[in-house]
């Protein structure tokens, strides 16, 4: 992704190894400290996938009914 994006001129500076690395390593930490806030994880390995990941994830939660405590309501 690195790469495309700065094909695309998103981004002008390549990431090091060590530094994908780190964001990698970072990104498991949060996971393990926070995923169990969180419904869906959607990995940006590819624009195609997690757009299609992300736009089904929307249509569900306008189609389906979601749960909420009260007092996020009242």
């Not at 530094?19 to 930490?29: C, F, M, N, W």
């Not at 590819?46 to 405590?69: D, I």
């Amino acid at each position: 992704m690195n790469k495309s994006a700065i094909e695309s001129g998103v981004v002008t500076k390549q990431l090091t190894d060590s530094e994908l690395k780190r964001t990698v390593d970072e990104s498991e930490r949060i996971k393990r400290a926070y995923g169990h806030y969180f419904d869906l994880c959607i990995v940006n390995d590819g624009l195609e996938s997690a757009f299609r990941s992300l736009r089904s994830a929307l249509e569900k939660l306008y189609t389906e009914q979601q749960w909420v405590p009260v007092n996020w309501v009242f």
